[in-house]
């Protein structure tokens, strides 16, 4: 008896062993099937609030990745048109910018949701609440952009069209942030590092903080969205990617300080202060959470019955989400 | 079933959706879905807070919790081990006997037997079941790294980390790992116990 228990013991640290030595000079928990391709490409936006993104590079090397790039990209709407277009593998990107490319039948696949609380709304002293925006002249950089397609599913939640309703602004040569800072606008929906920005500067009143009020705070902001033929023929690679995410969530909500240095030192943003506040202010160990599939139903339903997009929310959904990679790391993962 | 069952099991049924909290309630199929098999732990061999030799094989036939700390950490250290060491608690007899903790040092340089074995007192680890473990800094790392746990040392000497708790099965399996110091220290603890009551 004595001799089996020994024999299996023996067994057991061997095959331990022999896989502990398969993986010296291979990623994290060897055992899992190595990951398709060592190589990916994120996007490289304006915006901070994508923090996971950019200090995911080390839990990606410890995934077994080797060739990682950040590729500048426009925010929202860009980013997922860099998705679709194969110009990066990966992105983290609003809710609302990724449903309207996902309804044009563009190939992108939306992962995990990671954080909430990105957005948020100021207004002068005419604006108490979003349905003071009526009338209003509010600033987005671009029509089509995440500001507008965010406010537009704000302005039909509380049942203003906002196509009729609002008195949209675009100006490309100054940003909605110097226009409302400079009087011109009423509104403006900001993100990281502009809340911060026009906080410090004491500017205008914060109208809805995604990060705070209801059900903005309940749903995602930041989701984890990919090309599509990346993650059919890459489903390991994948997999490690959306755990390297989360991972760096965590490390920007236990290490925000570190995390904003970081930021600064790898040129993703000029300023400590504004990208510590923000790392501060977003919830980004809450990711267990929340119900992806929640925030995607609930913007596609606001942007479909103001005719952004057609198709509804269980199509989105159903062609669009891969939720796999999510319940086997929520099964793997807690915290 | 009569009225007084279904009362009784309607009565459990809220007790366990309380106990289990909103997030496994509103996601989970099942409240306790046996945990996934990750991948064989990685195997190490290590200086103890007593100058002992310990090897993750010491331990098979026991379930175990491995993390990565440092005894000069501020920020979230501080946070991990006492809920590690309310968790001992919270065991009871099944710590030691069948639950052990290893605590690893990811500033093995710094970290000798002598600061683990005061940093085990201070938070009051029982250490027959807890090991703090130290060793060779290249090894340390390496074995960091095949946990899957990001550690670096910052140009001012302190360690930036990431936290990441393995439970491993009595099998030498990776079960589920925890990310971060926020965990619901009752999950895991359950997340213990379910482990011990598998076959």
């Known amino acids: 008896m004595q001799m089996m228990q020994n024999r299996r013991r023996f067994l057991a640290t061997l095959s331990a062993a022999g896989a502990a030595g398969l993986t010296t000079t291979s990623s994290s928990l060897g055992q899992e099937p190595r990951p398709e391709t060592t190589a990916v490409r994120l996007s490289k936006v304006n915006g901070t609030c994508i923090a996971p993104q950019y200090v995911a590079e080390e839990f990606l090397r410890l995934e077994g990745f080797v060739d990682i790039k950040y590729v500048s990209t426009d925010a929202g709407v860009g980013q997922s048109r860099a998705i679709a277009h194969n110009e990066v593998d990966f992105s983290l990107n609003f809710a609302a910018p990724l449903v309207i490319p996902i309804d044009a039948g563009e190939p992108i696949t939306i992962l995990a949701g990671v954080h909430s609380g990105c957005f948020e709304l100021f207004g002068n002293d005419r604006v108490r609440g979003i349905a003071d925006l009526r009338g209003k002249s509010v600033g987005v950089q671009g029509l089509g952009g995440s500001p507008h397609v965010f406010l537009a599913a704000m302005a039909a939640h509380v049942g203003l069209d906002p196509l009729k309703d609002i008195n949209w602004i675009t100006d490309q040569s100054i940003t909605p942030k110097e226009l409302f800072a400079q009087g011109k606008i009423d509104a403006f929906l900001g993100f990281p590092p502009e809340p911060q920005e026009m906080r410090a500067r004491k500017i205008g009143r914060v109208i809805v903080n995604s990060a705070i009020d209801r059900p903005w705070s309940q749903y995602f902001c930041c989701m984890l969205a990919g090309n599509k033929e990346f993650i059919r023929k890459h489903p390991v690679a994948t997999k490690r990617v959306l755990r390297a995410i989360l991972k760096a969530a965590e490390l920007c909500a236990s290490e925000p300080a570190r995390v904003a240095q970081r930021m600064v030192d790898a040129g993703f943003t000029p300023r400590y202060d504004y990208a510590l506040q923000a790392l501060k202010e977003i919830p980004y160990a809450r990711w267990r959470e929340y119900d992806p599939e929640d925030t995607i139903r609930y913007y596609a339903l606001r942007l479909r019955e103001i005719g952004m997009i057609k198709a509804s929310p269980n199509k989105i959904i159903a062609d669009s989400a891969d939720w796999r990679f999510l319940n086997e790391l929520r099964r793997e993962m807690k915290g | ?199």
């Open chain 2, 1 to 199: 079933m009569t009225m007084r069952a279904a009362i009784a099991f309607a009565v459990a049924a809220t007790a366990a959706l309380m106990l289990s909290g909103p997030r496994e309630a509103r996601h989970d199929v099942s409240l306790n879905p046996p945990l996934s098999k990750i991948a064989p732990a990685p195997q190490f061999t290590l200086t103890s807070q007593d100058g002992k030799q310990i090897a993750l094989a010491d331990l098979q036939g026991k379930v175990v919790a491995v993390t990565f700390i440092f005894t000069l950490c501020s920020a979230t250290c501080p946070v991990l081990t006492p809920m590690m060491s309310l968790v001992q608690d919270r065991l009871g007899p099944d710590f030691g006997t069948n639950v052990a903790f290893v605590s690893i040092t990811i500033d093995p340089e710094r970290d000798t037997p002598e600061m683990l074995k005061l940093y085990a007192q201070m938070h009051g680890a029982d250490v027959p079941g807890w090991s703090f473990l130290t060793g060779d800094a290249a090894a340390i790392q390496d074995l960091t790294r095949r946990y899957g746990v990001y550690a670096s040392k910052t140009a001012d000497g302190d360690i930036e980390h990431s936290f990441l708790t393995s439970v491993i099965d009595r099998h030498g399996i990776i079960r589920v790992q925890y990310l971060g110091v926020r965990f619901d220290p009752e999950e895991f603890r359950r997340d213990l116990l379910s482990l011990l009551r598998e076959r």
